[in-house]
């Protein structure tokens, strides 16, 4: 095996929650309300039960090729040519997703608090740290997602405590008046955001319980679901959805309206802190999942050389894909809700199908 890294079910189930929050909480909730208006929160509820659904499936294929991840069990399944095409794609799709929270970390970051530093100059430096947690390998990154995840999580918590009194109810109301037209458009289209954490695939085999693989995404989804449904309901209470719908970062905005007592203020810069070491955790893990997926599909020894070329890659596509934060954020809503609805869902129904057509499981099971 070329990680030979083991990491326990809390370690899985934070992994995941903060590949889900650091993609979806930061870039998307805007985006989100700009499709389906105030019954944005509605979407994330049916979002959430469709990923659970498909955490299902991963979990299944996760028992039926034991030891295995998606990109080995598309060999198994397709065979050394068929299934390297369509294994590739996974490892393919791991780099986009890198690449685009990268430039969404690193815009943010340029925006909101440095924005006489060159754009490029933020990507480099947060690229550096993305390639040193890769090459540690799985165990390293569990351990410190292991500590950050909790952080993570409970200053949301403290954050979403302090902004509700700020919220207006009202802003809320009426739901579902253009009908279930926006609940049926924008759950899909956040279920795709949810779907990043189909790389659970590359992290049951290394799990000290395979077993555990459903539990661990339900819990890491529902978290995730918490935390986004959360920031899109508060920022229409307290916004309205004709203007957060406009808002680069929502969640950002507002952490800016905490102010207590008149000495609890600017959180934005703690919340920015922590989001963001979640954030290159999130990219570590996807640099490290496209490394493992390539040796895998060239029968190499080791993942680590792909690390360094890897992050190259990503970096760059960061910073030439697009000419401006607009043509980032049309690709990021229209674009890109396509391609990962085809690899999350698509490919690997089609996986599942064909191993039960032909018949096949792994070795071990």
Not at 6 to 29: D, E, N, W, Y
Not at 41 to 50: A, M, V
Not at 296 to 305: D, M
Request: hydrophobic letters at 55%; proline letters at 4%.
């Amino acid at each position: 095996m070329l990680e030979k890294g083991i990491i326990s079910t809390r370690q899985f189930i934070l992994m995941l929650f903060i590949i889900i929050t650091s993609f979806t909480a930061l870039q998307v909730p805007g985006l989100l309300i700009l499709t389906a208006g105030r019954d944005a929160w509605l979407s994330t509820i049916g979002g959430w039960l469709l990923d659970v659904l498909l955490a299902i499936v991963y979990a299944y294929l996760g028992v039926r090729f034991p030891g295995e991840n998606f990109v080995q069990y598309s060999l198994t399944i397709l065979g050394k040519y068929i299934g390297g095409f369509f294994g590739m794609l996974f490892p393919l799709f791991f780099l986009m997703v890198c690449s685009l929270l990268q430039r969404g970390l690193s815009q943010l970051i340029n925006f909101a608090f440095l924005p006489t530093t060159p754009f490029a100059v933020i990507l480099i430096s947060g690229a550096l740290i993305i390639g040193y947690s890769a090459r540690k390998g799985i165990e390293v990154i569990g351990r410190v997602s292991e500590v950050l995840g909790p952080i993570y999580f409970f200053s949301i918590l403290v954050l979403v405590g302090l902004i509700i009194p700020s919220a207006d109810i009202q802003r809320l109301q009426p739901q579902l008046d253009q009908g279930f037209y926006p609940f049926l458009i924008g759950s899909p289209f956040i279920l795709t955001f949810y779907g990043i954490c189909i790389i659970m695939g590359m992290f049951i085999p290394l799990n000290n319980r395979i077993e555990n693989g459903f539990l661990s995404k339900f819990i890491a989804v529902s978290m995730g679901a918490f935390v986004v449904g959360a920031t899109v309901t508060l920022a229409v209470g307290v916004f309205g959805d004709n203007i957060a719908k406009n808002m680069i970062s929502p969640s950002l905005n507002l952490t800016r309206m905490i102010f207590v007592g008149g000495f609890i203020e600017r959180m934005e810069i703690v919340w920015m802190m922590i989001a963001v070491g979640a954030g290159i955790m999130a990219s570590s893990m996807m640099i490290w999942a496209f490394s493992l997926g390539i040796s895998q599909i060239f029968s190499l020894q080791s993942y680590k050389p792909f690390v360094i070329p890897g992050v190259f890659l990503s970096s760059t596509l960061a910073l030439t894909s697009f000419g401006s934060n607009a043509e980032n954020t049309q690709f990021i809503h229209f674009s890109y809700p396509l391609i990962a609805f085809a690899i999350e869902t698509g490919l690997i129904l089609f996986l599942l199908l064909m191993a039960l057509l032909l018949k096949k499981r792994g070795k071990a099971s």
